[in-house]
């Protein structure tokens, strides 16, 4: 069991640009959730999966945002015409169905958008 | 609706002093858990320890305690002989209706040699 994967660590893209960030749960994991961090702040929720269904999406989450997580294991999130206020740590986690043992977090994907 | 609040935004202490952080849970649920996330220097979130509501009995892990009071729904984490390797933010996070958790804004501890 290697943990929650992201990637990448550092994403540097232009201002209007797409990009996309991939999330390996733990394989076990049934659920598995997108969080946003900026300095200075705590993780502020975006999204989450149990398997393959989204079953909760954040007001935060734009239509600029959308994530996917197909036949319910890696997930992805797509960031479309970026822009400044998009920069931020992107942080997965996932957990078994239940979650009451806390999150496995990843080291996040570093987004700066210039 | 609920609301996490970690009221000290910074606290600083020297070594093998003692450390207590604060937060504030206010929920219109009879039953609720919470849990608690270390974010050190390095950035990974770290899950500490889930506390329940229905249990007010200190919680004690080597040099971590957690205690909970129903009637101030306070869940104080207190750390003894803090080291620096401490140093870090600390997290209260409530799981709210499906599991999804919200994060306090975080309390950093500074512990200086």
């Known amino acids: 069991d290697t943990g929650v994967s992201q990637d990448p660590r550092h994403k540097i893209t232009k201002r209007g640009q797409n990009v996309t960030f991939r999330c390996d749960p733990i394989s076990e994991h049934n659920r598995l959730y997108w969080y946003r961090q900026t300095l200075g702040q705590g993780p502020e929720f975006l999204t989450y999966f149990q398997n393959e269904a989204q079953l909760e999406k954040s007001r935060l989450l734009s239509d600029r945002f959308s994530a996917e997580r197909p036949k319910g294991s890696f997930s992805t999130l797509e960031i479309q015409r970026t822009e400044q206020g998009d920069s931020a740590m992107y942080l997965c986690?996932?957990?078994?169905?239940?979650?009451?043992?806390?999150?496995?977090f990843g080291s996040g994907t570093r987004l700066t958008v210039v | 609706a609920q609301k996490v609040t970690q009221a000290q935004t910074e606290i600083s202490v020297v070594e093998k002093e003692d450390v207590t952080l604060d937060c504030v849970y206010e929920?219109?649920?009879?039953?609720?858990?919470l849990f608690w996330y270390k974010q050190p220097p390095s950035g990974e979130l770290v899950f500490l320890i889930r506390r329940n509501s229905f249990d007010e009995q200190n919680e004690i892990s080597g040099r971590y305690s957690w205690n909970f009071q129903k009637s101030t729904s306070s869940f104080n984490f207190t750390i003894t002989a803090s080291q620096v390797v401490d140093s870090a933010v600390y997290f209260c996070?409530?799981?709210?209706?499906?599991?999804?958790?919200?994060f306090g804004a975080g309390t950093r501890l500074f512990v200086k040699a």
């Open positions: 986690a996932s957990s078994p169905t239940g979650g009451l043992n806390g999150y496995t």
């Open positions: 929920t219109r649920d009879t039953t609720y858990y």
């Open positions: 996070a409530p799981p709210t209706g499906g599991f999804k958790t919200i």
